[in-house]
Nanobody, 124 residues
Framework: QVQLVESGGGLVQAGGSLRLSCAAS????????MGWFRRAPGKERIFVARISRSGSNTYYTDSVKGRFTISRDNIKNTVYLQMNSLKPEDTAVYYC?????????????????WGQGTQVTVSS
């Protein structure tokens, strides 16, 4: 069992930055690939970024490439999402998730555990 708790969301102006954190419970954090998803108002939850167990491989959806960076600290049991050059269309609830499976893992079905989400609002 893994429990995930996100933090770091908030209100920011367009062009600004935020850093999301996701703290995981348990001693098996490094055995999970981790992902970030988001759900904009009235829309489905979609993939944002993913990081491998060791942190050596990352993958992003096209709309955030070059602006967002996913990273992890397996000592602190935490995964991060650094978000720069934020746009109003980045406004959403952001969720972190843990996957015990293999592959790129870009769909919600690939993930076993989810956090409660943190709101990010980007004003124009």
């Amino acid at each position: 069992q893994v429990q995930l708790v996100e933090s770091g969301g908030g209100l920011v102006q367009a062009g600004g930055s935020l850093r999301l954190s996701c703290a995981a419970s348990g001693r098996t954090f490094s055995s999970y690939a981790m992902g970030w998803f988001r759900r904009a108002p009235g829309k489905e939850r979609i993939f944002v970024a993913r990081i491998s167990r060791s942190g050596s491989n990352t993958y992003y959806t096209d709309s955030v490439k070059g602006r967002f960076t996913i990273s992890r600290d397996n000592i602190k049991n935490t995964v991060y999402l650094q978000m720069n050059s934020l746009k109003p269309e980045d406004t959403a609830v952001y969720y972190c998730a843990a996957s015990s499976g293999a592959g790129v893992q870009i769909t919600t079905g690939n993930y076993d555990y989810w956090g409660q989400g943190t709101q990010v609002t980007v004003s124009s």
